[in-house]
Antibody, heavy 116, light 113 residues
Framework: EVQLVESGGGLVQPGGSLRLSCAASGFTFSSYSMSWVRQAPGKGLEWLSYISSSSSTIYYADSVKGRFTISRDNAKNSLYLQMNSLRDEDTAVYYC?????????WGQGTLVTVSS | DIVMTQSPDSLAVSLGERATINCKSSQSVLNSSNNKNYLVWYQQRPGQPPKLLIYWAFTRESGVPDRFSGSGSGTDFTLTISSLQAEDVAVYYCQQYYGTPHTFGQGTKLEIK
């Protein structure tokens, strides 16, 4: 069974940093691209970033470019999102998801709250 | 960026009746090399992550009831629920993955009338 489990969320002050992790299981992680998507409270879905299976191709949304960094460790079946210079508007549930003809598997999400 | 616009923003339908949600992209998401539309539909129930319903604009994901169907091509797409059930109350999103960013529509909230 495919499982994606996010962790690392929490309360952080504006300007602070946080590193999210996504532990993958039930599939050959190293063969798949991965992405991060977020959802602010009561709002819609916002695509954030994409990383190819070998990390050779990476894309970011303009809203996080230069502040967030996506990475992966195929040996640990893990995906990461390093978030720096956090702003109030980054408050959201952050999901990792697997892009295969759309995003076929999603984690349950981890809540990031940016507040002083 | 490709902008995805859904209509309506909210919809109330009686149980057993048809529900129709539209999605329009600001540019074509049809890949002419494989004749596939890079358009998907998701269902999101409260407190849950999105669930993939339809990919390639009209292919139903495994396990999705056949009352859900997708149609359209190019820039105009439709999700139809042929006979609304109580468990279909959710927010529905379209998304294009033709180009990055893989943009989502704003969502359509479906309720029971």
């Amino acid at each position: 069974e495919v499982q994606l489990v996010e962790s690392g969320g929490g309360l952080v002050q504006p300007g602070g940093s946080l590193r999210l992790s996504c532990a993958a299981s039930g599939f050959t992680f190293s063969s798949y691209s991965m992405s991060w998507v977020r959802q602010a409270p009561g709002k819609g879905l916002e695509w954030l970033s994409y990383i190819s299976s070998s990390s050779s191709t990476i894309y970011y949304a303009d809203s996080v470019k230069g502040r967030f960094t996506i990475s992966r460790d195929n040996a640990k079946n893990s995906l990461y999102l390093q978030m720096n210079s956090l702003r109030d508007e980054d408050t959201a549930v952050y999901y990792c998801a697997r892009p295969v003809a759309g995003y076929d598997y999603w984690g349950q999400g981890t809540l990031v709250t940016v507040s002083s | 960026d490709i902008v995805m616009t859904q209509s309506p923003d909210s919809l109330a339908v009686s149980l057993g009746e048809r529900a129709t949600i539209n999605c329009k992209s600001s540019q074509s998401v049809l890949n002419s090399s494989n004749n596939k539309n890079y358009l998907v539909w998701y269902q999101q129930r409260p407190g849950q992550p999105p669930k993939l319903l339809i990919y390639w604009a009209f292919t139903r994901e495994s396990g999705v009831p056949d009352r859900f169907s997708g149609s359209g091509s190019g820039t105009d797409f439709t999700l139809t629920i042929s006979s609304l059930q109580a468990e279909d109350v959710a927010v529905y999103y379209c998304q294009q993955y033709y180009g990055t960013p893989h943009t989502f529509g704003q969502g359509t909230k479906l309720e029971i009338k």
